[in-house]
Structure formats: C-alpha cells, structure tokens
C-alpha cells in the first residue's frame, strides 16, 4: 500500500514538537511517508480534525500544510505498532518531564515515555530501523535506548518472521521556538544531526537536504549533539536571567532596562536577541533542561558547574516572586477585596501554549494575597486556565474580551506580549476601572507615557 513512497518514517508523539516538525519534513517531501502516532486519542482526532482551527497545537502558517499534506503523505493515528512495523526511520518526540519522586526528583527527566518508545519501537520494528531522538534528553540516554533496541536486535518478537531486526540511533535534537515553529522549521539557523554511522547520519541528512542548505546541516557525534540542546537552551534562558536581573537594578537607580538592553545588544560580541526584560521565562523546555544540566553536572561530581546553572532558574523565580510583591505594594499592600486582571495567560505571545507560564506562579501569589483574578488572553481557553487552580475557582473568572476582563478591575497586569494589548482602547478601559486604576506592564511593551496621559497609574518593569 505504500508502494509510492521511497521512504517510511514514522514519529511517535503528536505534540509540540512532533506535529508540527512532521508537517513541514511532509511538506518538503513528498516522496516520504510520515505516520504520527500517539496513545492520545483526543489529540489524533483533533489533529485529524476537519475545522484545521481546532488543531491540538496554535502555530501560524501550520493549518496551512496539514491541509496540503494530510491524506496525502503526512497521516495522523493511534496505529503506533503498525506504524513502527513498516518505518524506516523512527523519531521519538515524547514528553520528558522533570522527574517528581525518587531519585533526581526535582532536577533529572523522567524517561519512562522514553523507555515505553524504545520497548516498543524494540518489539515491532521490522529489519534496519534508524531510530531519531527528537525529544530533549539528558546526555547518553540513546545509550539507554540502545540497550534496549540491542537486547531484541536477535530475538525475534513479531509472530514467527523469520527478518532480522537491527538499530542504529540518530540525535537530531529540534530548536523550534513556539509560535515561530513553522518558520524555524522552515529556515532553520541550522540542523544538528548526531550519530554513530554515515549511513544512519546520511540518511537523515538526505531529508533535510530536500529543503535546507547543505552547510546548515551539523554533523556531530551523538553525545556532542544531546549535549549541545541541553546547553544550547541553558545559554538562551541565562540571558533572560540576566537582563532580568538588571531590571531591578534599573528599578532602584534610574536607569531604564530598555536602554540598557540596546546599548548592550548593538555591540555584535553579545547581540540583541533574547535582551527583552519580562516575567521570567516559561515554557516546557527552559527550566527542564537547565535542571537537567544541573542534576547532569552533580551527577559528574562538578557541584560548582551545577550550582552556576541553578542560578539561572533561582532568578527567574525571584523575578515572579518580584513582581508579585510590587503589585502588592503599589495597591496599599493588600489585594483584599480587589479584582486584578491578568491580561495574558499563555507562555508568550503567539502560542497558546501555557506551560510553565510565568502567568501560572504571579498569579498564584495575588490569589494567595486575597485578589480577584479575571483572566484574558486571545487564545488560551477557560477551561485551560481552570485547570491550573485547584481549590480557588471562586476567586477565578475567565473572560472573552479584555475590556470584560477589565471592569471594576483595580489593576491590569500584562504578563503576555500580546500585540492586540497594544491596539486596545485604554480609554475604553479606563472608564469602567476602579480608580486609582493601574497598569502593571511585565513585559515593558505598552506605551507608558499615554497610559499615563489618559489617567492611569503605570508600573513598567526595569524602568
Ligand atoms: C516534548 C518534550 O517536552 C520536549 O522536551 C522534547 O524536546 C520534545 O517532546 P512536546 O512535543 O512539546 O515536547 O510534548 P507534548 O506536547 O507533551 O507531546 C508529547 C506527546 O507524546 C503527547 O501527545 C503524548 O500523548 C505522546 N506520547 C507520550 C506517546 O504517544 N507515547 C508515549 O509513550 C508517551
Ligand atoms: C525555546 C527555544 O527558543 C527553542 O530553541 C527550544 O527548542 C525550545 O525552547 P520556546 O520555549 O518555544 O523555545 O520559546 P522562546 O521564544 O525561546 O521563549 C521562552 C521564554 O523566554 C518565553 O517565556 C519568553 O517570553 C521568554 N523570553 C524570550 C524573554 O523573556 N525574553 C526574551 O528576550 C526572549
């Protein structure tokens, strides 16, 4: 049935990672097959989904090639043994969360979707399968994963066929940012491939080749490249908790952190990308893998090294915790029968990913002081926002429109960087507030000074 391909891949996990990065290798290459499969049942039907605006992940430009690519040579099932059975290559996109007991809770990934992949990937796949770590792991996991493909290299487990399974394992760690995923999937900086053999190398090279330069395409060993996402990640949240951390020395002496964050950004040695001050950074991956590093670096017995990374997730804590207290004490240090509104829910702006959203913990803290939250944000739903809480649903009110969100409301907190923030009508707004009505801007994006000119009191972090 498949006579038309020259290739099969198949990728287990229809998440952030695998659906979107199987839709574009689908769509730049028509001559592949590519089954994604995941024990997610919701999440398949949603991928397969005939309204493409309910696909399980937001990201521009992606309804676009599901439509091109679905029925056609990019499918989507609960099929993960077949499917495993007639690939080629498979790519392994699971989740790898933050382990939370035994040993290395806290700090280490919890491989145990990892290790399910493998056994299963180990149990059906047919002949020479090239096996794709896609997800982020700690360094010499693919051992692991060897371990186990090798124990069932001879044996033979698929009912009495006589073929003789082999392995080969393949790092090819993604760097897709959300909410510019097709983009950087599109035009990536560049493709990191780590390996063992040319040939497994080779042959997931020749995919990317179909649409990427060839002197993009990195070529390293396997333990390099598993290294090399893990730091790569550490490096872009360390500068986030840099400048933040200079926003509130910027608070204290005058400086503002916007002008701080150009004057340093122009000279080429540091650059202007990842400057911005703001919450602190959120998302499924920052945190995860520079706790990771850490726990790698102990591990080693480099207790400096893992101590030096750790501060990067100590300060972006403070920094929420930061912000929470000002809050606090620019509404006479009680939130006490007052209604706050979160403007913003998602992790940043352009994705309606919540995970590990800087939202999540300020927003914690203000419910903790008494405060009323009303929640807005364009594209992260109620139900998502519920689920966050546990006990303090009362206090909780999720609304469609930021200006319903923003009556009888003491204070506006901007947690996301929504561009829609900037085109709302603050007048609007002004008038339905609890007066003195405020704004606190976490991500320094609004315009301070006609805030100000219509009658708002605003807070605008680092300045
Ligand atoms: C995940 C990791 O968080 C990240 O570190 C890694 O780089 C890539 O994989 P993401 O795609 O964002 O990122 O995760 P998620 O959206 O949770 O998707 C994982 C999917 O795998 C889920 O849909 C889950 O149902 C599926 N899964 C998990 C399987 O299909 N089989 C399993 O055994 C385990
Ligand atoms: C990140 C990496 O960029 C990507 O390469 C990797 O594969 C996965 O993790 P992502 O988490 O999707 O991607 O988003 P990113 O754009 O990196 O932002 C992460 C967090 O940092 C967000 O909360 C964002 O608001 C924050 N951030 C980013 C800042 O606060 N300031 C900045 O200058 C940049």
Redesign the pocket.
Known sequence: MNNKFEKNVCC???????GPTMSVIASNCPAIRIDV????KE?IEAWNCNDLSQLPVFEPGLEEIVKKCRGKNLFFSNK?EESIAKADIVFI?????TKTRGIGAGYASDLK?IE??ARQIAQFARNHTVVVE???LPVKTAETIKTILNSSEQSDDIGGDDNKKTFSIVSN??FLAEGTAIEDLQNPDRVLIGGEDDFSINLISDIYKNWIDPDKIITTNLWSSELSKLVANAFLAQRISSINSISALCENTGADIIEVSKAIGTDSRIGSKFLKPGPGFGG??FK?DILNLVYLSRYYGLREVGDYWEQVVDINQWQQRRISSLVIKNLFGTLSNKKLAVFGFSFKANTNDTRESPSINISKNLLQEGAKLSFYDPKVNEKQIFTEFDNSQEEIFVYDTALKAAEGADAIIVLTEWEEFNCLDWNDIFKIMRKPAWIFDARVFLDKTSLENIGFKVWSLGT
């Open positions: 287990i996990g229809a998440g952030y990672v695998g499969v995941d024990i997610n999440r993960v996109s699971v989740n790898t969360p979707w399910s992949s896609k997800s982020t760690p993604e499924s991956c995860k």
